[in-house]
């Protein structure tokens, strides 16, 4: 009998009462059945953990659905593989399509103020190559990887680190770990399922060969010479990279493993034996046999989905395909979606803070100019004139699909008003001899601007020729430099770049469980303040601290968030965090909730029709769980 304590603490991990499924042991996949006939592989009902994660489809308007196929999938360089964990989304602790938290790989969870987080392993849970999931798979990372000043010189990842404190890590049984903080880290389950997690846990068994604590210097030594790289500390990395699955030796947890070792140009992801869910009528997931990934230029991959060489894709094709991979549709197999992009903004234009270059620096930092960079775009037009009228006009901030939108957040400093922005400009000291003219900096230089991009999409040149023509409005005139990503990024950092053009805040859609560091300075990532974010990053080591009050009473923010104990003082701050960041216009949004082609075969079951595209928290596809996803037709 379950008495109301448990029966609480089961529903706050995440638990739900259902009865126990049967496992249907004489659903065999066909593609394992070989291996479970000759003894090379266990049953199915011995390769489930004791107690699988039952995915209740018809509950949720799903098709229980059967087993066979492959989805092929193109991909525009080798490197993108890294997608694959992405999409797979076995996590710990994962979202749901509401973004609730529920356990996946656990069994389940407790939580004890914030501070106290105990994780529940499934009995019988197995790596992909059939070693078991154990809580010393989570003592080798805690010990022998974080703690290991060669393989991590900065010490434990930040993003376990409360107040300049980690945590205390317990193994309280074989599947049973604690970690516990001093103060709240209300971070620390959405950092679980975000979609590139820190990894908690890695295959001891199988890593242990490439630590110098568990292997001879000779063999090691051979190990390195064999995999041709420079040290044990390159060895160890290289085949434990999990976030991008180059070793095909490497056991995964996710619902496909590699078989393929790079360089090549078809990588084929064949299903985990070992997978830990299973339908409600007993069939282990997933019920694809195989994903594999084409490489190929990515200028055909519209062309080649059109044709029918993908049987899903989301990736590597935009809103500007979507006419023409429609018009394939009647003729071909295919069948093509739109979901919502769920970005703060698709497009944005983003002032340095930290560029090297001083007068242009403090220009920047003069909240007038940033507004009045801002006011000066007709984003009407744009979204008419590049995304079809079917986008949002809005400064970067959060959707309509989040509970913390407020319609002020999207309009402020958001509207075409070029009046005012010459006004704010004059007011900011950037004069002009006549209303037809350029204006000047304080050091007498024209106000002309380099803007630089990646130029990865083609409306990125569309609508920087909409905002030369605006700009010139208002005395500044742009020119536009593309460089490649690497580089992009490093003239960033480097303070080179004055503006850049890039997308919004990644996660659009968030909840006051979800933490607010994109709208702090926390990462070298962020173009509007690649030092001040390094600063926090690195513990004040590096970079250095914010120079603006706004964007030091935003980190300080950010810092109260994550001592929070509570949901409303969570949801407070973020809503404090949102009128500094919408009044202080650090980035200027122009375009949001722009549609996203979907490309699916007419027979791929279990696929919304609509949904929400994006990298964090939906993880691209993670949400909707491909593994679920079947062919139908198929045997």
């Known amino acids: 009998m379950i008495n109301r304590r448990t029966l609480l603490a089961l529903m706050a991990s995440g638990i739900t009462m259902r009865p126990a499924c049967a496992i249907n042991a004489d659903a065999e996949p066909e593609s394992l059945a070989d291996l479970v006939r000759s003894g090379k592989l266990p049953p199915m009902r011995e390769r489930l953990p004791q107690a699988p994660r039952i995915i209740p489809l018809t509950e949720s308007g799903q098709t229980p659905g059967r087993y066979g196929g492959k989805i092929r999938m193109l991909i525009a360089s080798q490197r993108d593989i890294r997608y694959m964990p992405i999409y797979s989304y076995s996590r710990l602790v994962g979202y749901d399509r509401k973004f609730n938290f529920q356990p996946d790989i656990l069994r389940h969870f407790e939580v004890e103020d914030e501070r106290v987080f105990t994780l529940h392993l499934r009995p019988g849970h197995r790596w992909s190559d059939g070693t078991a999931l154990t809580a010393e798979d989570f003592r080798y990372v805690w010990e022998d990887m974080f703690h290991n000043t060669e393989l991590h010189r900065g010490g434990i990842p930040t993003i376990l680190v409360v107040n300049g404190k980690g945590p205390k890590f317990e193994m309280l049984d074989d599947i049973t770990l604690r970690y516990s903080w001093e103060h709240p880290n209300p971070e620390f389950l959405g950092e679980l399922a975000s979609p590139v997690a820190t990894r908690l846990m890695q295959p001891s068994q199988y890593m242990k060969q490439f630590h110098p604590k568990y292997q001879t ?230 106000c002309s601007l380099i803007v630089e991009t990646t130029a990865e999409n083609s409306f990125e040149t569309d609508v920087l020729e909409l905002v030369t023509d605006y700009f010139q409005g208002i005395g500044i005139h742009i020119y536009t430099h593309v460089s490649h990503r690497e580089l992009f990024r490093q003239r960033i950092i480097n303070g080179n770049t004055l503006m850049a053009l890039w997308w919004g805040i990644d996660n659009g859609v968030p909840t006051a469980n979800m933490s607010p560091r994109e709208l702090a300075p926390t990462s070298n990532d962020q173009i509007q303040w690649p030092l001040w974010g390094l600063h926090e990053l690195s513990g004040g080591g590096e970079g250095r601290p914010p120079e603006i009050a706004e964007a030091q009473s935003l980190l300080d923010l950010f810092h109260r968030w994550r001592s929070a104990s509570t949901l409303s003082e969570r949801e407070t701050i973020w809503h404090d965090m949102l009128e500094v960041f919408t009044q202080q216009v650090f980035t200027i949004g122009i375009v949001n909730s722009v549609l996203q082609p979907v490309v699916k075969n007419k027979r791929l079951r279990n696929l919304p029709d609509e949904g929400l595209f994006g990298f964090d928290p939906t993880s691209y596809l993670g949400v909707y769980m491909p593994d679920t996803f079947w062919l139908e037709g198929e045997a």
């Open 217 to 446: 210097p000779e063999r090691l030594q051979a190990l390195v010479k064999e995999q041709n790289v420079q040290d044990w500390v390159a060895l160890h990395q290289k085949m434990s990279r999990s976030a991008r699955p180059e070793n095909p030796d490497l056991p995964t947890l996710d619902p496909w493993r590699n078989t393929t070792s790079p360089p090549s140009g078809y990588f084929v992801f064949e299903r985990n034996p070992y997978f830990h869910r299973a339908d409600e009528n007993g069939l282990q997931l997933p019920y694809v046999d195989a994903i594999t990934l084409s490489v190929g230029s990515g200028d055909l991959i519209s062309a080649k989905t059109a044709s029918g060489e993908s049987d899903l894709q989301l990736n590597n094709i935009s809103f500007s395909d979507y006419t023409f991979l429609k018009s394939a549709e009647p003729r071909g197999e295919i069948e093509v979606d739109l979901w919502k992009r769920m970005e703060g903004s698709r497009v944005a234009l983003i002032p340095n803070l930290n560029c090297a270059d001083l007068i242009w620096r403090r220009a920047f930092s003069d909240v007038r100019v940033r507004r009045a960079l801002s006011l000066a775009i007709n984003r009407d037009e744009i979204n008419k004139a590049v995304f079809f009228g079917l986008g949002q006009p809005s400064s970067n901030s959060v959707l309509p699909d989040s509970p913390l939108f407020r319609q002020r957040y999207r309009d402020e400093w958001a509207y075409f008003d070029p009046d005012q922005a010459n006004a704010l400009l004059d007011e900011a000291g950037l004069t002009r001899k006549n209303k037809h003219g350029l204006r000047h900096l304080p050091d007498g230089r024209e």
